[in-house]
């Protein structure tokens, strides 16, 4: 299986910074079907990213993603305080469909 | 707009078997394309894919799992449900029902059930 290494496995942050966010796949994420999703606690995961790169509706600008092949990223331009949670990659080129670890995002 | 609500025991004993059903409404579970899915949460394995079915029957699931999982459909009442047996400790976790695109991101999710393995 296609196994996601999110790093780093905590951010510590202010609000108006800029977080980067990695996901690294032990294979090439086929066809780029590689999405981020962000979770709040007692809440499911939503989704922000797919394909890379598209953000799902109603997912403001601030949010972007990049990357291909094995490495990927998602990037927040400005932290809002309701930005402040935990963050997913899922690949869903290949079966079976796997997620990373997770990043948390905290307030600093 | 879609919604997906999980119900079942929140708590199943050592080796028997876990039944859970999610109704989904605000639409039909006959969407051409997309497939229904469980997928469970827990802090020892992170987000895990159990399964994903189809409204035809077409279903997949995970190898890991395969021996003791089974998915299936109820187009009459617009419900899709899991099955899991002999289970242990290890499979206590937040199960969710989804749905997922035709390529496999999930587009919606339901609230999410514990689900607690103890004698």
Same mark, same amino acid.
Request: proline share 3%; glycine share 10%; aromatic share 10%.
């Given at each position: ?7 780093p496995?905590?951010?510590?942050l202010?609000p108006?910074?800029r977080a980067t ?11 780029n079907?590689?999405a981020?999703?962000q979770? %709040?606690? &007692?809440q499911?995961?939503?989704?922000l990213i797919? &394909?890379v790169s598209?953000r799902?509706p109603?997912i403001p600008?601030?949010? &972007?993603?990049?990357?291909?092949g ?8 400005r932290?809002?305080p309701?930005d402040?949670?935990?963050y ?8 079976p469909?796997t997620?990373g670890g997770?990043t %948390?995002v905290?307030?600093? | 707009q879609?919604q997906l609500?999980?119900?079942?025991? +929140? ?11 999610c109704?989904?409404?605000?639409g ?7 497939y229904?899915?469980w997928i469970?949460?827990?802090? +020892?394995? +992170? ?6 079915i189809h409204y035809?029957?077409?279903f997949?699931?995970?190898?890991s799992l395969r021996?003791?999982v089974a998915i299936?459909v ?6 899709f ?15 969710y ?5 035709r390529?496999g991101?999930?587009d919606?999710? +339901?609230?999410g ?7």
């Open positions: 299986e296609n196994v996601l290494t999110q790093s496995g905590t951010l510590s202010s108006g910074e966010l990695s996901c690294r796949a032990s294979q090439s994420v086929s066809a079907y590689l981020w999703y979770q %709040k606690p &007692g499911p995961p939503r989704l797919y &394909g598209t799902a109603g600008d601030r949010f &972007g993603g990049s990357g291909s094995t490495d990927f990223t998602l990037t927040v331009s932290l809002e309701e402040f949670a935990m997913f990659c899922q690949q869903y080129g290949d079966s469909l997620f997770g %948390k905290e307030i600093k | 879609l609500h999980e119900s079942g025991p +929140g708590q199943v004993k050592p080796s028997e078997t876990l039944s859970l059903t109704t989904v409404s605000g039909s579970i006959m969407i051409r394309t997309d229904w899915a469970r949460q827990s802090p +020892g394995t +992170g987000l895990q894919w159990i399964a994903s035809s029957g077409r997949y699931d995970n190898e021996s003791r299936f109820d187009t009459s009442k617009n419900q449900s899991l099955r899991l047996n002999s289970v242990t400790a290890a499979d206590t976790a937040v199960y029902c989804v749905l997922l695109s390529e991101r999930v919606s999710w +339901g609230q059930t514990l689900v607690t393995v103890s004698s």
